[in-house]
T-cell receptor, first 113, second 109 residues
């Protein structure tokens, strides 16, 4: 899996946008960027993924730079329930390890009232 | 609700014992992935099964084994348990945007 680098922690005020960066400078041309989060020992939760274009769903937006070496997950209106560890992952899509996820330390996002 | 179920939710046992963790993937999913999350190691991939066959192995100890049955549920067997095996164990299905179960919290005393 391509290595990713994320800040250890970030803070955000409730109702404001939370912008979580991720560097993945070794990403290959056909590799996707995936974002998951884990809320206090619950099972990780899939958020969004993208290849080249920006993506948006009901949970978040994903902005990928043109060179694909970095991305930003945006939670447009953070709530207290968004406090979690956020993982940026570039999973192995080839061979027999298809879909295996390698989790780093992630970013601890704390949303304050 | 991810659609992935895991039992039991909690398990307390003693060193040297053996336990079995169970996972049922989402309806229609053929793949099961097992992960371990301990305080010092973070989330680590253990093993993957696809339609009954082992597909990939990660950092899984020899004391641990798994299998996937014809009905596609999977069991993770942990034997000769040590204190360090205390962790959360998650299974997931539906690659690549995997859906995780709620986990089994194992405490070895």
């Amino acid at each position: 899996d391509a290595k990713t680098t994320q800040p250890t922690s970030m803070d955000c005020a409730e109702g404001r946008a939370a912008n979580l960066p991720c560097n993945h400078s070794t990403i290959s041309g056909n590799e996707y960027v995936y974002w998951y989060r884990q809320i206090h020992s619950q099972g990780p939760q899939y958020i969004i993924h993208g290849l080249k274009n920006n993506e948006t769903n009901e949970m978040a937006s994903l902005i990928i730079t043109e060179d694909r070496k970095s991305s930003t997950l945006i939670l447009p209106h953070a709530t207290l329930r968004d406090t979690a560890v956020y993982y940026c992952i570039v999973p192995n899509m080839g061979g027999t390890s298809y879909g295996k996820l390698t989790f780093g330390q992630g970013t601890i996002l704390t949303v304050h009232p | 609700d991810s659609g992935v179920t895991q039992t039991p939710k909690h398990l307390i046992t003693a060193t040297g014992q053996r336990v079995t963790l169970r996972c049922s993937p989402r309806s229609g999913d053929l793949s099961v992935y097992w992960y371990q999350q301990s305080l010092d190691q973070g989330l680590q991939f253990l093993i993957q099964y696809y339609n009954g066959e082992e597909r990939a192995k990660g950092n899984i100890l020899e004391r641990f084994s798994a299998q996937q049955f014809p009905d596609l549920h999977s069991e993770l067997n942990l034997s000769s348990l040590e204190l360090g095996d205390s962790a959360l164990y998650f299974c997931a299905s539906s690659p690549p945007d995997q859906y995780f179960g709620p986990g089994t919290r194992l405490l070895v005393l």
